[in-house]
């Protein structure tokens, strides 16, 4: 049982027969890593569901705690299975979505990269280990977004990525850096022991920041709609299902430790709410089709990250099971939509797409209803519900926005959707269309699958994870939950009404301030100030040092008084 | 630094804290002329300025403690100018033999 | 193994190096006219001289074992060592087995004339090196490096006196005189200053900055590092003796200063070699926090600089074969390197800017574990963010080097190899086993 811990070199064989193995059917190998780490995941489910520890201990002796720990519990299975299947999906829909690139072999390799971190950060048993994944996987990210770089703007938006999770990681180092010696044990952590002098509420910020800098959250939001450039299948992976939901997952980890911050969950919850709003508003401004959905990924983050904050956090594991099976679905029908449009990613020139990709259709429709959360049918309104039951019945005003949100849910997948594959209205431009092969929509049925069956996944996720709410009902068929779903069904409806009315092209005008440009302006001008000091002039040179050392002697001697 | 001068102006000047005191200006004289000079001569002969005024408090040292290993580290010292000068020179023939002016500021392709 | 019973190892490691370089520098031309001969005789030197120190305790095996490996590393490389003329190669040879020796007697010092003569050693060393490039910038930054360093050199001396003037004695840790302390601790700030201008850190780097980015690759490692490790163990030596309170803030006051600089600076780079210089200047900065911690940082700056050499030979012997060219970031993709080369300098960067799957990362928590406890909240903070933004610079080349991965016929010679795999060895067991190296090299705190 111990070698399930060791999960994440479960893709490492695959990866090596990638790239040393012949080029023809680069790729097929690697899939073996996804679905073994699926497995693992399975099996552990079906075992008796006592946590598998390993423990290496003085591995790293620099640090105060130096043990190399991997831990495999209820809440790490479900994440492998989430990693595993979603990726195996992804995988098949690759070997059809990459057959003729010429980076093929590449793309695999990294594909196998960010799962083999991926796992690594789910199965972390403390904090050094974790950090270890969760740089590694804002590393992938970087390179599978920047993976065209015959592309211009896709090393930028790379940069732009990894700008973020350097804010992310710096907060999870600090975190990691300030902890007393004994104690960056998660599973300490996830027993709530106060462990920090300065009070828990200064590392909960840091975890806090860590995980909304991965997340996509708040003001870090800007690197995600960027991070669209790379191709499809990774935005359906990495920018929807998995890598998103790692601050999730570490929120999650450590709700215990962060419930002993009720300021900070306070904080969480507005972020969250806040977050779920304005982006569900930025959605309906995308002209671009994948940036409208990784709005979406946005703000559906947001509403787990708000039900961390509702001191919920089965709920918000719940949700990211759920959206995780939707929203991978809808990229990967994205892709599908884009690869037949040779590429095409603006809205109005997708249009009429129903009649020429009927199957991709239903798929789309079945992914944007459970992103609705259309009541009992689909799995996304039961994971939806339980987080606003948990909202009301905690702190009314940002759960009221989350409420607003299931409306403006509702109206920017309709959007999108009715944009797609809405009536043709005849002045489309006529596609000479690439078809996707069946291996591409076989690859997509099992996640539609988890799209509609997911949510009657609840309860046995509550008895694996022992530490879920007592009282979980399934609330989708309740009173509340009719009425939320009838919201979401509404703004949907909406949406079918107002790109009728628009001829296909509805769209709000964008706004808000974007401070990335300006920031990104600010610090290339510091540093070509910085530079520009290195001018090969050796009298600045010596100007500089003697200045600099006499600086420094006035503060040495300063301090001796 | 700033001890000795005290003493120097409280009790009288005694003749440990002059041969401080003018090593101090020496040093400084070093260092002005490497922020003031522009010409690599003179920039070479600030440096063996510096050189020399510690060698300077050396012997000082020397005196003071009745220990003759600092008055050899004093020949080491004058030794290391040497070295130091034949490569500087060396360097500065090299590098602004080919040039009209001979302003340190001159050569500056390595920059960034 | 010992070669001169009653002489200590660092010594013998000295005196064997001093020798082969002697003999190639003085009578080369008689014995080894080609390029191989050279390489073999000074693979030779370099292995003999690091077995004395090899059962040493932590600091002088560092000191004595890291520039015989860089020395090492230097010679399997010197056949693309780009110079203004070919038969330089054996003074350059000549030139790295005596930095090397330089750098042990600096770092193996216990008295500070020794560390004065081996901290020159290392100046002259790479100021000659540098001059020697091929083209008229290599010889305008060795001047400019010479420079600063004889008036730092001058720094030290003035140091040294101050403390024999202060406690009558070379030795260092001996103790002043009561009347002269503040003349004392004058002299160990200026001590401090004059060794961290060979750690290369701001406002003292100018000089290095501009001979790493001329410096031929193939001895860029070399010079970059050489100098550092003799530095480093150096001022650990000297941080052992003196006064934190004196001390430690000059330290920690540089070493953030050089992460921010060396951080900005870097982000402006268009050309790898320059990204690299200012690389070199960031990490000086992370290792002065290290030794500005006092005792506690003392495994963490061990363990930080031979994770940093390691993973700075790999990316410059990775780019050995590109000389003294320039290498813009965007020509990667047009002129790749040959795949071996190119997988060589990913995961050296990536160990440089301290991302997984690499040691950097185990290196810089290390680094940062102390920071926050003895230098404060700020330091910690600003070293943690100049540390992760870093990525921002090191990943700029990566998705081009890449993307360009094609099997190219142009073979790589077996020497190249062997150095590439040397380093790529080292980087795997820091990654997988940190704790192996630690207790090769006694680090753990005991």
Same mark, same amino acid.
């Given at each position: 049982?111990?070698?399930?811990?060791?999960?994440?070199?479960?893709?490492?064989?695959?990866?090596?027969?990638?790239?040393?193995?012949?080029?023809?059917?680069?790729?097929?190998?690697?899939?073996?890593?996804?679905?073994?780490?699926? !497995?693992?995941?399975?099996?552990?489910?079906?075992?008796?569901?006592?946590?598998?520890?390993?423990?290496?201990?003085?591995?790293?002796?620099?640090?105060?705690?130096?043990?190399?720990?991997?831990?495999?519990?209820?809440?790490?299975?479900?994440?492998?299975?989430?990693?595993?299947?979603?990726?195996?999906?992804?995988?098949?829909?690759?070997?059809?979505?990459?057959?003729?690139?010429?980076?093929?072999?590449?793309?695999?390799?990294?594909?196998?990269?960010?799962?083999?971190?991926?796992?690594?950060?789910?199965?972390?048993?403390?904090?050094?280990?974790?950090?270890?994944?969760?740089?590694?996987?804002?590393?992938?990210?970087?390179?599978?977004?920047?993976?065209?770089?015959?592309?211009?703007?896709?090393?930028?938006?790379?940069?732009?990525?990894?700008?973020?999770?350097?804010?992310?990681?710096?907060?999870?180092?600090?975190?990691?850096?300030?902890?007393?010696?004994?104690?960056?044990?998660?599973?300490?952590?996830?027993?709530?022991?106060?462990?920090?002098?300065?009070?828990?509420?200064?590392?909960?910020?840091?975890?806090?920041?860590?995980?909304?800098?991965?997340?996509?959250?708040? *003001?870090?939001?800007?690197?995600?709609? =960027?991070?669209?450039?790379?191709?499809?299948?990774?935005?359906?992976?990495?920018?929807?299902?998995?890598?998103?939901?790692?601050?999730?997952?570490?929120?999650?980890?450590?709700?215990?430790?962060?419930?002993?911050?009720? &300021?900070?969950?306070?904080?969480?919850?507005?972020?969250?709410?806040?977050?779920?709003?304005?982006?569900?508003?930025?959605?309906?401004?995308?002209?671009?089709?994948?940036?409208?959905?990784?709005?979406?990924?946005?703000?559906?983050?947001?509403?787990?990250?708000?039900?961390?904050?509702?001191?919920?956090?089965?709920?918000?594991?719940?949700?990211?099971?759920?959206?995780?099976?939707?929203?991978?679905? %809808?990229?990967?029908?994205?892709?599908?939509?884009?690869?037949?449009?040779?590429? &095409?990613?603006?809205?109005?020139?997708?249009? #009429?797409?129903?009649?020429?990709?009927?199957?991709?259709?239903?798929?789309?429709?079945?992914?944007?209803?459970?992103?609705?959360?259309?009541?009992?049918?689909?799995?996304?309104?039961?994971?939806?519900?339980? *987080?606003?039951?948990?909202?009301?019945?905690?702190?009314?005003?940002?759960?009221?926005?989350?409420?607003?949100?299931?409306?403006?849910?509702?109206?920017?997948?309709?959007?999108?959707?009715?944009?797609?594959?809405?009536?043709?209205?005849?002045?489309?431009?006529?596609?000479?269309?690439?078809?996707?092969?069946?291996?591409?929509?076989?690859?997509?049925?099992?996640?539609?699958?988890?799209?509609?069956?997911?949510?009657?996944?609840?309860?046995?996720?509550?008895?694996?994870?022992?530490?879920?709410?007592?009282?979980?009902?399934?609330?989708?068929?309740?009173?509340?939950?009719? %009425?939320?779903?009838?919201?979401?069904?509404?703004?949907?409806?909406?949406?079918?009404?107002?790109?009728?009315?628009?001829?296909?092209?509805?769209?709000?005008? +964008?706004? #808000?301030?974007?401070?990335?440009?300006?920031?990104?302006?600010?610090?290339?001008?510091?540093?070509?100030?910085?530079?520009?000091?290195?001018?090969?002039?050796? #009298?600045?040179?010596?100007?500089?040092?003697?200045?600099?050392?006499?600086?420094?002697?006035?503060?040495?001697?300063?301090?001796?008084? | 630094? !700033?001890?000795?001068?005290?003493?120097?102006?409280?009790?009288? /000047? +005694?003749? &440990?804290?002059?041969?401080?005191?003018?090593?101090?200006?020496?040093?400084?004289?070093?260092?002005?002329?490497?922020?003031?000079?522009?010409?690599?001569?003179?920039?070479?002969?600030?440096?063996?300025?510096?050189?020399?005024?510690?060698?300077?408090?050396?012997?000082?040292?020397?005196?003071?403690?009745?220990?003759?290993?600092?008055?050899?580290?004093?020949?080491?010292?004058?030794?290391?100018?040497?070295?130091?000068?034949?490569?500087?020179?060396?360097?500065?023939?090299?590098?602004?033999?080919?040039?009209?002016?001979?302003?340190?500021?001159?050569?500056?392709?390595?920059?960034? | 193994?010992?070669?001169?019973?009653? @002489?200590?190892?660092?010594?013998?490691?000295?005196?064997?190096?001093?020798?082969?370089?002697?003999?190639?520098?003085?009578?080369?031309?008689?014995?080894?006219?080609?390029?191989?001969?050279?390489?073999? @005789?000074?693979?030779?030197?370099? *292995?003999?001289?690091?077995?004395?120190?090899?059962?040493?305790?932590?600091?002088?095996?560092?000191?004595?074992?890291?520039?015989?490996?860089?020395?090492?590393?230097?010679?399997?490389?010197?056949?693309?060592?780009?110079?203004?003329?070919?038969?330089?190669?054996?003074?350059?040879?000549? @030139?790295?087995?005596?930095?090397?020796?330089?750098?042990?007697?600096?770092?193996?010092?216990?008295?500070? @004339?020794?560390?004065?003569?081996?901290? &020159?050693?290392?100046?002259?060393?790479?100021?000659?090196?540098?001059?020697?490039?091929?083209?008229?910038?290599?010889?305008?930054?060795?001047?400019?490096?010479?420079?600063?360093?004889?008036?730092? %050199?001058?720094?030290?001396?003035?140091?040294?006196?101050?403390?024999?003037?202060?406690?009558?004695?070379?030795?260092?840790?001996?103790?002043?005189?009561?009347?002269?302390?503040?003349?004392?601790?004058?002299?160990?700030?200026?001590?401090?200053?004059?060794?961290?201008?060979?750690?290369?850190?701001?406002?003292?780097?100018?000089?290095?900055?501009?001979?790493?980015?001329?410096?031929?690759?193939?001895?860029?490692?070399?010079?970059?590092?050489?100098?550092?490790?003799?530095?480093?163990?150096?001022?650990?030596?000297?941080?052992?003796?003196?006064?934190?309170?004196?001390?430690?803030?000059?330290?920690?006051?540089?070493?953030?200063?050089?992460?921010?600089?060396?951080?900005?600076?870097?982000?402006?780079?268009?050309?790898?070699?320059?990204?690299?210089?200012?690389?070199?200047?960031?990490?000086?900065?992370?290792?002065?926090?290290?030794?500005?911690?006092?005792?506690?940082?003392? +495994?963490?700056?061990?363990?930080?600089?031979?994770?940093?050499?390691?993973?700075?030979?790999? /990316?410059?012997?990775?780019?050995?074969?590109?000389?003294?060219?320039?290498?813009?970031?965007?020509?990667?993709?047009?002129?790749?390197? +040959?795949? #071996?080369?190119?997988?060589?300098?990913?995961?050296?960067?990536?160990?440089?800017?301290?991302?997984?799957?690499?040691?950097?990362?185990?290196?810089? !928590?290390?680094?940062?574990?102390?920071?926050?406890?003895?230098?404060?909240?700020?330091?910690?903070? !600003?070293?943690?963010?100049?540390?992760?933004?870093?990525?921002?610079?090191?990943?700029?080349?990566?998705?081009?080097?890449?993307?360009?991965?094609?099997?190219?016929?142009?073979?790589?010679?077996?020497?190249?190899?062997?150095?590439?795999? *040397?380093?790529?060895?080292?980087?795997?067991?820091?990654?997988?086993?940190?704790?192996?190296? =630690?207790?090769?090299?006694?680090?753990?705190?005991?």
């Amino acid at each position: 049982m111990n070698l399930l811990a060791w999960a994440f070199l479960f893709p490492l064989p695959g990866l090596l027969l990638t790239a040393f193995g012949r080029s023809r059917h680069a790729g097929v190998a690697s899939l073996l890593g996804p679905i073994a780490i699926a !497995i693992a995941g399975l099996i552990f489910m079906l075992s008796d569901h006592t946590p598998i520890l390993v423990q290496i201990d003085g591995w790293l002796p620099v640090l105060p705690d130096s043990a190399f720990l991997l831990r495999l519990d209820g809440l790490a299975a479900v994440m492998l299975v989430v990693v595993g299947g979603v990726s195996a999906c992804v995988y098949v829909y690759s070997l059809s979505y990459m057959a003729g690139d010429r980076g093929r072999r590449r793309f695999f390799c990294l594909l196998d990269f960010f799962v083999t971190v991926m796992t690594l950060l789910v199965l972390a048993g403390n904090l050094v280990v974790l950090l270890a994944g969760w740089a590694g996987v804002g590393l992938a990210s970087f390179l599978l977004i920047s993976f065209w770089r015959e592309k211009s703007h896709t090393l930028g938006a790379g940069l732009q990525a990894i700008a973020a999770n350097a804010i992310g990681d710096a907060a999870l180092l600090l975190a990691i850096v300030m902890l007393p010696k004994g104690s960056s044990d998660l599973t300490l952590l996830q027993n709530g022991v106060p462990l920090v002098s300065g009070g828990a509420s200064t590392l909960a910020t840091l975890i806090v920041i860590a995980a909304s800098a991965k997340s996509a959250q708040g *003001i870090l939001y800007f690197w995600l709609p =960027s991070a669209m450039a790379g191709p499809t299948p990774v935005s359906a992976l990495i920018h929807a299902a998995t890598m998103v939901a790692a601050g999730v997952y570490l929120l999650v980890r450590t709700s215990p430790m962060l419930a002993l911050a009720p &300021e900070v969950l306070h904080a969480l919850a507005w972020l969250g709410a806040i977050t779920a709003l304005l982006s569900g508003l930025a959605s309906l401004s995308q002209q671009n089709y994948k940036r409208g959905l990784a709005y979406s990924t946005c703000s559906q983050l947001g509403y787990m990250f708000a039900a961390i904050g509702f001191g919920a956090p089965f709920a918000a594991l719940f949700h990211l099971v759920t959206h995780a099976a939707f929203k991978a679905l %809808l990229f990967l029908c994205a892709g599908a939509v884009i690869h037949a449009a040779h590429g &095409e990613e603006e809205l109005p020139k997708l249009a #009429g797409m129903r009649k020429q990709l009927p199957q991709i259709c239903v798929l789309a429709l079945i992914g944007s209803l459970a992103l609705c959360g259309l009541p009992v049918l689909t799995a996304g309104a039961f994971s939806k519900d339980l *987080i606003i039951e948990a909202g009301l019945s905690s702190s009314t005003l940002p759960a009221s926005l989350l409420v607003l949100s299931v409306f403006l849910t509702g109206l920017y997948t309709g959007r999108l959707y009715f944009g797609v594959f809405g009536a043709t209205t005849g002045d489309e431009p006529q596609h000479d269309l690439h078809a996707p092969d069946q291996l591409m929509v076989r690859s997509m049925w099992p996640l539609a699958a988890g799209a509609i069956l997911l949510g009657w996944a609840g309860m046995p996720l509550a008895r694996l994870l022992q530490n879920a709410p007592k009282d979980l009902a399934i609330h989708a068929v309740s009173m509340n939950g009719l %009425l939320i779903g009838a919201l979401g069904m509404t703004g949907f409806g909406a949406a079918f009404i107002w790109q009728r009315a628009t001829k296909g092209r509805a769209r709000l005008a +964008s706004f #808000g301030i974007d401070w990335v440009p300006g920031a990104a302006a600010a610090s290339r001008h510091l540093a070509l100030a910085f530079a520009a000091l290195h001018n090969g002039r050796l #009298g600045l040179y010596l100007f500089t040092a003697v200045l600099g050392v006499a600086l420094i002697l006035l503060m040495a001697f300063g301090r001796m008084g | 630094m !700033i001890e000795p001068f005290k003493v120097a102006t409280a009790a009288g /000047t +005694s003749a &440990e804290t002059l041969v401080l005191l003018t090593s101090a200006i020496l040093f400084s004289i070093g260092t002005l002329g490497l922020l003031l000079r522009r010409n690599p001569m003179a920039i070479l002969m600030s440096v063996e300025l510096l050189l020399n005024s510690a060698n300077l408090v050396l012997v000082l040292a020397a005196h003071k403690h009745g220990y003759v290993d600092a008055q050899s580290a004093a020949l080491i010292v004058l030794v290391l100018g040497a070295a130091e000068a034949v490569i500087g020179l060396a360097l500065a023939l090299a590098l602004f033999r080919n040039r009209a002016s001979t302003d340190i500021d001159e050569p500056n392709e390595v920059q960034g | 193994m010992s070669y001169f019973t009653g @002489l200590p190892a660092h010594l013998q490691s000295i005196v064997l190096l001093t020798a082969a370089a002697l003999l190639l520098l003085a009578f080369g031309g008689q014995f080894a006219r080609s390029v191989r001969k050279t390489q073999v @005789l000074g693979i030779l030197a370099c *292995i003999l001289a690091a077995l004395p120190a090899w059962h040493s305790d932590g600091l002088t095996a560092v000191a004595t074992l890291a520039p015989c490996a860089l020395a090492l590393i230097a010679m399997l490389l010197l056949h693309e060592a780009d110079l203004e003329f070919f038969e330089h190669r054996l003074d350059a040879a000549g @030139l790295v087995l005596l930095g090397a020796a330089g750098a042990v007697a600096l770092g193996n010092a216990t008295e500070l @004339l020794s560390l004065v003569l081996g901290l &020159e050693t290392v100046s002259l060393v790479v100021a000659v090196l540098c001059g020697l490039a091929r083209g008229s910038r290599g010889l305008e930054a060795a001047f400019k490096f010479f420079v600063l360093a004889a008036a730092s %050199l001058g720094v030290l001396l003035y140091g040294t006196a101050l403390h024999v003037y202060a406690t009558g004695s070379f030795s260092i840790g001996a103790q002043p005189l009561a009347s002269l302390t503040p003349v004392y601790q004058a002299a160990i700030v200026l001590l401090l200053l004059g060794v961290a201008f060979e750690l290369a850190v701001v406002p003292l780097h100018f000089g290095a900055l501009s001979a790493y980015m001329t410096m031929p690759t193939a001895l860029a490692t070399f010079a970059t590092t050489v100098g550092k490790v003799g530095a480093l163990v150096a001022l650990l030596r000297l941080g052992s003796q003196l006064d934190q309170a004196v001390a430690g803030p000059v330290l920690l006051a540089l070493g953030t200063g050089s992460i921010l600089w060396s951080l900005l600076g870097g982000l402006a780079q268009t050309d790898l070699r320059g990204l690299l210089a200012y690389s070199a200047i960031g990490h000086a900065g992370f290792l002065a926090i290290a030794v500005g911690c006092g005792p506690a940082g003392k +495994s963490a700056a061990l363990f930080y600089l031979v994770t940093y050499a390691a993973s700075s030979a790999l /990316t410059y012997a990775g780019l050995g074969c590109r000389g003294t060219k320039p290498i813009p970031l965007d020509s990667l993709r047009t002129n790749p390197l +040959s795949p #071996g080369r190119a997988i060589a300098v990913v995961a050296g960067l990536l160990s440089l800017g301290g991302l997984p799957p690499s040691p950097g990362l185990w290196a810089k !928590i290390g680094v940062l574990v102390p920071a926050w406890q003895h230098g404060g909240p700020l330091v910690a903070c !600003i070293a943690t963010l100049g540390g992760v933004l870093g990525a921002l610079y090191y990943l700029r080349p990566v998705p081009d080097l890449l993307s360009s991965l094609r099997r190219t016929e142009a073979t790589s010679p077996m020497l190249s190899i062997g150095a590439l795999l *040397i380093c790529a060895v080292l980087l795997v067991l820091f990654t997988i086993l940190p704790w192996m190296s =630690s207790s090769l090299l006694d680090l753990a705190p005991r």
